[in-house]
């Protein structure tokens, strides 16, 4: 059943109290302790564009979402993006509501994933065999959110096929 198909009340059998909640809004009280990281998850933009300043940009249900390269980050900085290699030797790691990892095969993929730091996994594919690997990659299933940033026409070619196995976004010139 679809979500608009849904008509009745809310009983709350446990004495709960129920509030609705959006992606990216986690001043809602109360909040189960499981929903947010779920909630942490959706609010990860479906749209994503790469900006002249080498930020991803993108709006969800919050308004305006930006996702910095930790090297030019600012402390207010909500989302910031960290390279595969600064996760694994990093001792501490930066503060911020959201860490985006950045990897480029497979291997970097799997270790990104298997950290528990790691909220969003941007993966930076350079060609085909690249694409290919994503596709794999996500039939075997992926722990967090996955955003894929590829060449123009690399993006063309897989873009369908990276949605529909369950990558959360596409940049395109990534």
Same mark, same amino acid.
Request: charged share 15%; net charge negative; with cysteine.
């Given at each position: 059943m679809a979500a608009d198909q849904w008509s009745g009340g809310i009983q709350a059998r446990e004495g709960q109290t129920w509030s609705w909640q959006k992606a990216g809004d986690f001043t809602v009280s109360p909040m189960l302790p499981?929903?947010?990281?779920?909630?942490?998850?959706l609010s990860v933009p479906t749209e994503l564009?790469?900006?002249?300043?080498?930020?991803l940009c993108g709006e969800n249900g919050m308004g305006a979402y930006r996702v910095v390269p930790y090297a030019s980050a600012l402390p207010q900085e909500?989302?910031?993006l960290l390279p595969v290699g600064a996760l694994q030797t990093s001792g501490r790691l930066p503060q911020a509501e959201s860490v985006w990892v950045e990897v480029a095969d =497979?291997?970097?993929?799997? /270790?990104?994933? $298997?950290?528990?730091a790691t909220d969003v996994l *941007?993966?930076?594919? +350079?060609?085909?065999s690249g694409a290919q690997a994503v596709?794999?990659?996500?039939?075997?299933?992926?722990?967090?959110?996955? =955003?894929?940033?590829?060449? /123009?026409?690399? $993006?063309?070619?897989?873009?369908?096929?990276? *949605?529909?196995?369950? +990558?959360q976004a596409v940049v395109i010139g990534g």
């Open positions: 499981a929903n947010g990281p779920l909630l942490k998850a564009a790469l900006s002249a300043d080498g930020a909500a989302n910031i =497979a291997n970097e993929y799997r /270790a990104a994933a $298997a950290n528990p *941007l993966w930076r594919v +350079a060609d085909g596709l794999e990659a996500l039939d075997e299933g992926c722990p967090v959110p996955l =955003a894929v940033a590829a060449p /123009a026409e690399t $993006a063309a070619a897989f873009r369908n096929a990276w *949605l529909a196995a369950g +990558a």
